[in-house]
């Protein structure tokens, strides 16, 4: 994480913690701010329109952007998973995730080494009979799903666990969390990884052990060319108070 990123960090969390909030004054008639956000963060939608009605005429236009598009001028923030490309720009901790590797509820594994994870995202590992003996998935066939090469998740993945998947050999890529998890929990004989706030009761989560090291949290990001005021601010600690727990 560069020192860009430390001084706005310290900054967050000193305004936060030592001086009231800004009044939110924002005439009905203001043009709305234009909020850039990654695939992978979608699920704070119910949050941004929450923290929004908390002041009487502020508007958003929520914009879903690939994380391997620049930010556009005209956006007052973009949302990021990882701290990845920020540079000279000021980035602001909303809270943080983590990665999840999940199979269909009906997969009766309940783990996989560091090592089996590796073997599968390879291609070298290719039978659930392999990982769990008789009590195999109903199809033996593992179906591992990835992600486009530069998509956020995918470099999770990459980055925080060194794994690099053969995205050849898979059976699908999914788009996005919300195609990943509707493909893993139509297939009993699936695997993929989501970031951790995407889990619900439609996938099971399946243990990793044996890694070498522990796999990172990502920070959560708002990133902007200025340092937020006003209304903006206000807005950002509302999400920070929502979110700050992971």
């Known amino acids: 994480m560069s020192s860009r990123l430390f001084l706005a960090v310290g900054m967050l969390f000193l305004l936060a913690g030592c001086a009231p909030l800004p009044a939110a004054e924002v005439p009905p008639s203001a043009a709305p701010w234009i909020i850039e956000i990654e695939p992978s963060l979608s699920w704070m939608g119910d949050a941004f329109s929450a923290c929004a009605l908390r002041q009487p005429g502020f508007h958003l236009v929520v914009e879903e952007v690939p ?3 620049p930010p556009s001028p ?34 009766p594994v309940a783990e996989l080494t560091y090592d089996q994870i590796q073997s599968l995202y390879t291609a070298q590992l290719r039978s659930w009979r392999t990982v769990n003996g008789e009590q195999a998935a109903v199809n033996t066939r593992i179906h591992y799903w990835v992600y486009p090469l530069g998509n956020e998740v995918q470099t999770a993945l990459e980055e925080g666990l060194r794994i690099q998947p053969h995205n050849a050999q898979a059976v ?75």
């Open 74 to 107: 005209s956006a007052a923030v973009r949302f990021q998973w990882g701290d990845g490309g920020i540079e000279e720009r000021s980035a602001y901790p909303i809270g943080q995730d983590s990665l999840a590797f999940v199979v269909n509820p009906a997969n």
């Open 67 to 69: 994380p391997t598009q």
């Open 172 to 246: 699908g890529i999914a788009p996005h969390p919300q195609a990943m998890r509707q493909a893993v929990a139509a297939d009993p004989a699936a695997v993929g990884f989501l970031p951790r706030r995407w889990l619900d009761s439609s996938v099971k989560e399946i243990a990793l052990t044996g890694a070498p090291f522990d796999p990172p949290a990502r920070p959560i990001l708002a990133v902007s060319a200025a340092a937020p005021s006003g209304s903006l601010y206000t807005w950002l600690y509302c999400l920070q108070e929502t979110y700050a727990s992971p």
